[in-house]
T-cell receptor, first 114, second 116 residues
Framework: GAGVSQSPSNKVTEKGKDVELRCDPI?????LYWYRQSLGQGLEFLIY????????KSGLPSDRFSAERTGGSVSTLTIQRTQQEDSAVYLC????????????FGPGTRLTVT | AQKITQTQPGMFVQEKEAVTLDCTYD???????LFWYKQPSSGEMIFLIY??????QNATEGRYSLNFQKARKSANLVISASQLGDSAMYFC?????????????FGSGTQLTVLP
């Protein structure tokens, strides 16, 4: 079956513009995650959706970041008024929510803010 | 709060040799899971192996094994018979199993280079 897909694969934007990043999880996966990976760093958790529960937004770095998940499937991560420090690879992952909770990652969106 | 420490920024190993990548963790959770992921230069994160804190036996998946020492809070990855295709960044990660949180906490990674 299809894995996690993300679009666009690359995005270059000017400082101050808004961007939207899209994630299509594996069909049937109830859990969806967004992470950020800055150059040469590990992954930093941003937000987590599980079924119809309220999302865990504890990792969002500022109120310029928001995400939604429509119909329990596709998710969009929005960054408003982008800053240069937002430049990173944004990775989406999904999980069945069943032990051992392994997460399957998409290819990521490389965001460059100029 | 959870923390993962990977103290080896880079490692080299000769092809066909075994290599151990270190990972230590810190958590106040009684129940947790430990993962290793591989990230080749292409960027995708590939799940390798999982160990539950309640598992008494070390996890194995083909050439990968996880040397879990709970008292030392370590979860080292052992790759046997290294191959050139094993050259990649390797991340240790942890997930809490108590409560509802399920996000992964990652270490900073170890860049493994397999030499021919």
């Amino acid at each position: 079956g299809a894995g996690v897909s993300q679009s666009p694969s690359n995005k270059v934007t000017e400082k101050g513009k808004d961007v939207e990043l899209r994630c299509d999880p594996i069909s049937g996966h109830t859990a969806l995650y967004w992470y950020r990976q800055s150059l040469g760093q590990g992954l930093e958790f941003l937000i987590y959706f599980q079924g119809n529960s309220a999302p865990d937004k504890s990792g969002l770095p500022s109120d310029r970041f928001s995400a939604e998940r429509t119909g329990g499937s596709v998710s969009t991560l929005t960054i408003q008024r982008t800053q240069q420090e937002d430049s990173a690879v944004y990775l989406c992952a999904s999980s069945s929510g069943v032990l051992p909770y392994e997460q399957y990652f998409g290819p990521g969106t490389r965001l460059t803010v100029t | 709060a959870q923390k993962i420490t990977q103290t080896q920024p880079g490692m080299f190993v000769q092809e066909k040799e075994a290599v151990t990548l270190d990972c230590t963790y810190d958590t106040s959770d009684q129940s947790y899971g430990l993962f290793w992921y591989k990230q080749p230069s292409s960027g995708e994160m590939i799940f390798l192996i999982y160990q539950g804190s309640y598992d008494e036996q070390n996890a194995t998946e083909g050439r990968y094994s996880l040397n879990f020492q709970k008292a030392r809070k370590s979860a080292n990855l052992v790759i046997s018979a290294s191959q050139l295709g094993d050259s990649a960044m390797y991340f240790c990660a942890m997930i809490p199993l108590g409560g509802s949180a399920r996000q992964l906490t990652f270490g900073s990674g170890t860049q493994l280079t397999v030499l021919p």
